[in-house]
């Protein structure tokens, strides 16, 4: 799954959206949109509606970029303070860690990290 993710065209989209300009809904906005809404855990249904109207898609992309910039954190900052504990000798600690992201996290790619750490502890 990770090797077919690229998230720069929905962050760079957002991005000028956060600066003011307005979303054009057109064809190839639409498939970034579903297809990063699949990407992050938003529910098929849930993006289909949103793509009907620019305020909706919006508001889509700013939930589809907030989970990538929150999971990319909390993933990030666990991986850090679990390698912390792991190197102390606490892997009990850094498995709490990340077994806790996992109860929080949906975006599958994060989880699938956060599985492949979890393993490596082992």
Same mark, same amino acid.
């Given at each position: 799954?990770?090797?077919?993710?690229?998230?720069?065209?929905?962050?760079?989209?957002? $991005?000028?959206?956060?600066? %003011?300009?307005?979303?054009?809904?057109?064809? %190839?906005? @639409?498939?970034?949109?579903? @297809?990063?809404?699949?990407?992050?855990?938003?529910?098929?249904?849930? $993006?289909?509606?949103? #793509?009907?109207?620019?305020?909706? /898609?919006?508001?889509?992309?700013?939930?589809?970029? $907030? @989970?990538?910039?929150? %999971?990319?954190?909390?993933?990030?900052?666990? @991986?850090?303070? /679990?390698?912390?504990?792991? *190197?102390?000798?606490?892997?009990? %600690? /850094?498995? *709490?860690?990340?077994?806790?992201?996992?109860? #929080?996290?949906? #975006?599958?790619?994060?989880?699938?990290? $956060?599985?492949?750490?979890?393993?490596?502890?082992?």
């Amino acid at each position: 799954m990770s090797q077919d993710i690229n998230w720069d065209e929905v962050r760079a989209l957002a $991005a000028r959206i956060e600066s %003011g300009e307005t979303l054009a809904l057109t064809p %190839g906005v @639409r498939e970034l949109l579903l @297809r990063t809404a699949r990407e992050v855990a938003i529910p098929e249904p849930d $993006a289909q509606a949103a #793509v009907q109207d620019a305020a909706t /898609a919006t508001t889509l992309l700013r939930e589809a970029r $907030a @989970r990538i910039r929150e %999971g990319s954190m909390r993933l990030a900052r666990t @991986r850090m303070q /679990a390698g912390d504990l792991a *190197k102390a000798g606490d892997k009990a %600690g /850094a498995r *709490k860690l990340l077994e806790d992201l996992l109860a #929080v996290e949906v #975006v599958p790619l994060y989880r699938e990290q $956060a599985e492949l750490e979890l393993e490596d502890l082992d």
